[in-house]
């Protein structure tokens, strides 16, 4: 079984391993999840278990919201539901509660989020560009693309020149983080290094298949 879990990051903070090796980690709140739906290739051509967190209120879900996780159990409409793949059927029933105690023998795991929303940013900000020259004969142009293509021939920007846009608030997936920490009495996890999103952005938590 993939090993799969939701929740939301609470913030970055350091821990010191008993070397005395400062070590920067991300906390994460994870579960308990509970499962919403299991889908196996008879029903539905993959295998999958669908996961629900956070409870939410009644009368700001929607009718199908409420069906939905009224069969699993007659469980609660939740906030975040995502899918965790798996590579054969699972085992697990519909209602079945998932901590982070999943964990527990688990080294590393790959962490998706949605980064931050940053709006609408220039070059400079979005791609890194250095600018124009900040010297005579530059005026109000220091952040300035420069020329983004050909003229004549073919007269028209080409596919994938990096110009001013949306910045940030994509899916990112931070792989092969190391697990640090699992805390089970206050469901939280403690992974080394960043993890994309604010704190308090929900984040998909699974077992990495990366090799090492």
Do not use: W
């Amino acid at each position: 079984m993939v090993v799969g879990l939701l929740g939301r990051k609470v913030g970055m903070t350091q821990i010191y391993r008993e070397d005395g090796q400062a070590v920067p980690v991300t906390v994460l709140e994870c579960g308990p999840c509970t499962v919403l739906q299991v889908k196996t290739p008879e029903t539905d051509g993959y295998c999958a278990v669908q996961l629900g967190y956070l409870d939410r209120k009644r009368k700001t879900a929607t009718a199908a919201a409420r069906g939905h996780a009224r069969k699993a159990g007659n469980a609660e409409p939740k906030r975040y539901i995502r899918e965790i793949r798996q590579d054969e059927p699972p085992t697990l029933k519909l209602g079945d509660q998932l901590t982070v105690s999943v964990f527990e023998a688990i080294k590393r795991v790959d962490v998706t989020g949605v980064s931050k929303g940053r709006g609408f940013a220039g070059v400079v900000k979005r791609h890194g560009f250095r600018g124009l020259r900040a010297t005579h004969g530059v005026k109000r142009m220091h952040r300035h693309p420069g020329s983004s293509g050909p003229s004549a021939d073919p007269s028209r920007t080409r596919k994938g020149i990096r110009k001013p846009g949306h910045f940030g608030h994509a899916k990112v997936t931070a792989l092969n983080l190391e697990v640090v920490k699992v805390d089970p009495d206050a469901n939280l996890l403690v992974v080394k290094g960043a993890v994309p999103g604010p704190n308090g952005g929900f984040v998909t938590v699974r077992q990495t298949n990366r090799l090492g």
